[in-house]
């Protein structure tokens, strides 16, 4: 199927048959009856390395071997810090410490049965595709693209999971708190009735800047700098704002049907911050005319908010990431549960290499690119000024990545207009090798 072709009902169609292609198959990977998981870690920045300690932490018998950046120095950081934190379970030799934009692949080449990707999302179509090629179970962070083109990539690379009996879990860690597990499941049984409406908010302060610095090409620096370049990140409401999105794609079990926004770039106006917006207003269509009002913004000293509401005919849920609430339309109170203190980051590797040792494949693919691509909606009709629907967006061939990836000269987007930037371009260009 032609990435044009695939349309709102065609993509539940693909996310359906990759549902029953994991049910169905007894294809079960594993590295034969090695008794110790060995790990690869692709991007090496704070969460690769976080999540790397994770796997560790999460596991009996887990040993990080393998580690690839596209920079020397993150790579020796990282390297550094790992070996500090998780002893002997540090395996990582300098024949296995790899720089580059090829490390990702000779990280692939080595003898590891398990691959994390944590390079700036907009590499991760092309890594994630290359770790299912080489029959490698994947923890992959979100959002996994930054555009249309991208997403299908994931998808299709996907159904190579299926296939082989590779597990696949992404970076949602709302899905593994209990507290969200249980008020969802109350939503999903019926607790609050039919939902009517709701709302979710990720208002923060900003997020870390890296200064450009003397000799470094433009595609050195928009790499260090990659939160700021949508080709890298895909703007924060995509980098960061689709933990909500996905939580509400949870609730609803579905993807919206179309978006309208506003949004723009007032608080941080300076080159440094590349074309990036720092504020997002998004009001989603989700099945039965559902409207859901979503809202992110970087800002800083203004109040913050990080919360989920969902709205039903009996009551209201509030969904927090310190607790979750229930509450009747009168005021009582029927479902309460504070966060137990259990941490996500380490219970998604935790389900991951369980579900390979005993032979249960999970494929998260779908649903985190579901999500991801929810948030590509409401990013590009707010770059655009239009009403989009999930239709237009899957079928407009949107690819942000660059004809190749080489340092040297790479232009800066300009900060996207409503009615006047466009939904399906390619940009930026690369100019030369350097």
């Known amino acids: ?33 090695r008794d110790v998981m060995r790990v690869g870690v692709i991007g090496c920045g704070g969460r690769g390395t976080g999540a790397a300690r994770d796997a560790v932490i999460s596991s009996e018998k887990v040993e990080i071997v393998a580690m690839g950046d596209l920079f020397q120095d993150r790579l020796d950081a990282s390297r550094t810090a790992l070996q500090q934190e998780i002893g002997d379970a540090y395996k990582v030799d300098d024949d296995h410490a790899f720089v580059g934009f090829d490390a990702y692949q ?38 996994v693209s930054v555009d249309v083109a991208g997403a ?14 590779l597990s696949v879990v992404a970076g949602t860690l709302y899905r593994r708190q209990p507290s969200f597990m249980e008020a969802i499941q109350h939503i999903h049984d019926g607790m609050i009735g039919e939902i009517v409406a709701a709302q979710e908010y990720y208002l923060t302060g900003p997020i870390w800047l890296r200064e450009r610095k003397e000799g470094m090409s433009d595609m050195e620096w928009q790499c260090r ?3 700021y370049f949508t080709w890298l ?3 924060h409401i995509v980098e960061q704002f689709v933990h909500n999105i996905d939580v509400i794609n949870w609730v609803f079990q579905s993807h919206p049907e179309q978006a309208i926004s506003l949004g723009g770039r007032i608080a941080r106006t300076a080159p440094e911050y590349g074309h990036i917006y720092d504020h ?17 913004r970087q800002f800083t000293g203004a109040t913050n908010r990080v919360e989920n509401r969902v709205v039903g005919t009996k009551g209201i849920a509030h969904l927090n990431p310190q607790n979750s609430a229930i509450y009747a339309h009168d005021g009582s109170m029927l479902f309460e549960m504070t966060e137990p203190g259990a941490n996500g980051y380490v219970q998604e590797h935790t389900d991951l290499i369980a579900s390979i040792r005993e032979g249960k494949p999970i494929n998260e693919t779908n649903q985190i690119t579901a999500s991801t ?6 990013r590009e009709s707010a770059y655009t000024g239009l009403q989009l629907s999930w239709e237009e967006l899957m079928s407009s061939g949107l690819d942000l990545s660059p004809p190749s990836h080489e340092f040297g000269p790479i232009e800066t987007p300009p900060v996207p207009i409503p009615g006047i930037t466009k939904l399906s371009r390619t940009t930026p260009t690369s100019v030369q090798k350097l």
């Open 225 to 227: 700098n990659w939160y």
């Open 280 to 296: 997002f207003s998004v009001e989603y269509t989700y099945p039965g005319d559902v409207l859901v009002e979503a809202k992110c």
């Open 106 to 143: 000779n990280i692939l080449d080595t003898d590891i049965d398990l691959v994390i990707l944590a390079s700036p999302p907009g590499f991760r179509p092309k890594h994630f595709t290359a770790a299912m090629n080489a029959g490698k179970h994947v923890f992959m962070e979100k959002p």
């Open 373 to 378: 691509l929810t948030a590509v909606l409401g």
């Open 152 to 165: 299908m990539k994931i998808m299709e690379a996907g159904k190579i999971a299926d296939q082989k009996g």
């Open 233 to 235: 990140g895909g703007d």
């Open 1 to 33: 199927m032609k990435e044009q072709e695939i349309n709102r009902r065609n993509f539940v169609k693909v996310t359906a048959a990759g549902t029953l292609g994991l049910m169905a198959s007894g294809n079960f990977a594993y590295a034969g009856t």
